[in-house]
């Protein structure tokens, strides 16, 4: 992880307050200590205790991505309900304890101290700076698999913390390269790249600034807060510069504003954003028509309404489940998260070691895995991102899920010969 960002300094302020909450001690479950070992032979350790095996969940329900946190926390537990049906794993049922820290440093450091010596591990967290902030403890003394919902490249090395597809600043090489190879964007011209402060935003900028170097063109950098709800001043400015095209990574709320926006001001450039910048409910604001005119969506899996029997079935299950709530790909997220979980846990009952270490060796032994959306995962190289391969979303309130495919699953040349903080 590398100090020349903020965003790696404010990583670390974050570590810091691990120590003032004294979590350096680890607490054990009274059941089910480091190495012990169950009637069936099956060693156990920390979120284990009983019969039921428990992992963690942080989430965001209340902050800029309450949307996502919801979808991915509701497909979670329905997946732990499903596994649990089955017979679960090793003669235990599986638990998901949750906790909403609303996009705040705080509040989600606290959140994992206070989950971590309770559960095995943590099939959700959300907020690439927050798990960067324990990425140091996650490594050295804790040792539980974290399957993150976060992208940053800055997560990459951990054996522990294995980030599910392509990092940000890969996707964003892949968005770029639709623009070049689909909109009209050539060397010489300018492109715009809206873009959090912290570890999410500065790292799909990096992924900018790469292809932009490899293909001639010239980015120019917007950075904002995801306090900044308003993106008029970021069009303004991008107007002037005579930006092609823009990218956004940031939030659905920031995405549609920027859209909305630049729609109004007679702006008329392609816009494209990173996974997390887009939500279907959207579409159902102001926004709405010029998002499914102008807006793409780099993804690292097909949508929630792909033609799978996969998730097929898993429509029809989430709507049997929570059918007031609509679909989005927070849903696949928080499936291929918890189901990519789910498999490290079997192959560790497997090999009747069912603790921290157990699990994380076991996930590293997983080299093609795909729930059935499009994109296999590879989790056997920690320096690498599981996949490279990104596919294009475009916004469509007539389809399942409000996106349709318009560029199928595939990674660009430039993203092939990246190598992530190099």
């Not at 296999?376 to 469509?396: C, Y």
Request: aromatic share 6%.
């Amino acid at each position: 992880m590398t100090t020349r960002y903020a965003a790696r300094a404010a990583a670390g302020a974050l570590a810091a307050l691990l120590v003032l909450a004294g979590c350096s001690s680890k607490a054990k479950d009274s059941d089910g200590g480091d190495g012990d070992t169950s009637a069936g032979g099956v060693k156990t350790g920390e979120g284990i205790s009983g019969k039921t095996i428990t992992l963690g969940a942080l989430t965001d329900m209340t902050g800029v991505y309450a949307t996502l946190g919801k979808s991915v926390t509701q497909a979670q537990q329905l997946y732990v309900k499903q596994l649990n049906a089955a017979g679960g794993v090793c003669g235990y049922k599986v638990a998901l304890s949750v906790r909403d820290h609303g996009y705040d440093p705080q509040k989600a450091v606290s959140g994992y101290t206070e989950l971590e010596p309770k559960v095995l591990g943590f099939a959700q967290f959300i907020g690439s700076p927050f798990v960067a902030a324990v990425k140091q403890r996650i490594d050295g003394q804790d040792k539980g698999l974290v399957l993150p919902q976060a992208w940053s490249a800055a997560l990459l090395g951990s054996p522990y913390i294995r980030v599910i597809g392509s990092t940000y600043d890969i996707e964003t090489i892949n968005a770029v390269d639709f623009l070049i190879k689909e909109k009209g964007v050539k060397k010489g011209d300018r492109i715009g790249h809206v873009y959090f402060e912290g570890d999410y935003g500065e790292s799909a900028l990096v992924g900018s600034k790469h292809i932009a170097k490899e293909a001639g063109l010239t980015v120019v950098e917007q950075k904002i807060k995801p306090t900044d709800n308003d993106m008029t001043a970021q069009v303004t400015a991008l107007k002037q510069a005579g930006v092609k095209a823009i990218v956004i990574s940031a939030g659905p709320r920031q995405a549609a504003s920027l859209v909305g926006v630049a729609a109004a001001s007679g702006f008329a450039v392609p816009i494209i954003g990173n996974n997390s910048a887009f939500a279907p409910q959207l579409l159902a604001t102001q926004a709405g028509p010029a998002l499914m005119k102008s807006y793409y969506v780099a993804s690292p899996s097909l949508p929630i309404g792909a033609d799978t029997p996969e998730a097929k079935k898993l429509v029809a299950d989430y709507r049997a489940a929570y059918p007031s709530d609509a679909l989005d790909n927070g849903i696949v997220a928080g499936w291929t998260a918890v189901s990519a979980f789910g498999e490290a846990l079997k192959k560790a009952c497997a090999n009747k070691d069912l603790t921290r270490e157990g699990v994380d060796k076991a996930l590293l032994s997983i080299d093609s895995y795909d729930v059935g959306f499009g994109v296999a995962q590879n989790f056997t190289d920690p320096k690498a991102p599981s996949s490279r391969e990104s596919v294009i979303l475009q916004p469509d309130k007539g389809v399942t899920g409000g996106m349709k495919v318009v560029r199928e699953a595939g990674a660009s040349e430039v993203a092939e010969a990246y190598t992530p903080g190099a």
